[in-house]
């Protein structure tokens, strides 16, 4: 079992920067890939960036690319996405999942484990 606590949210104008960061309990944190997927207001869970077991594997959105940096701290249990230069279309509901084989995916049903979500909003 895995719980996941997200932080690091906020309200920010366009072209600014926040962290987030997703916390993890439990001793078998390295052994999970790690998923950050979003919500926006009226419109489907989408996949952002996900990052294999120990770091060495990353994947993004195409929407996100170039601009979010997924990376992972396994002796803090811990994951982060770095948002750098965003948008309004950014503004969702952001969550942290956990999947227990390795390596990376994108599609949400094959995440065990999230989080409550922490809400980003990128003013005009």
């Known amino acids: 079992q895995v719980q996941l606590v997200e932080s690091g949210g906020g309200l920010v104008q366009a072209g600014g920067s926040l962290r987030l960061s997703c916390a993890a309990s439990?001793?078998?944190?390295?052994?999970?890939?790690m998923g950050w997927f979003r919500r926006a207001p009226g419109k489907e869970r989408e996949f952002v960036a996900a990052?294999?077991?120990?770091?060495?594997?990353?994947y993004y959105a195409d929407s996100v690319k170039g601009r979010f940096t997924i990376s992972r701290d396994n002796a803090k249990n811990t994951v982060y996405l770095q948002m750098n230069s965003l948008k309004p279309e950014d503004t969702a509901v952001y969550y942290c999942?956990?999947?227990?084989?390795?390596?990376?995916?994108?599609?949400?049903?094959?995440?065990?484990?999230w989080g409550q979500g922490t809400q980003v909003t990128v003013s005009s």
């Open positions: 999942a956990a999947r227990k084989p390795m390596d990376i995916a994108t599609m949400a049903q094959l995440y065990d484990y």
């Open positions: 439990g001793r078998t944190f390295s052994t999970y890939a």
């Open positions: 990052i294999s077991w120990n770091g060495g594997g990353s």
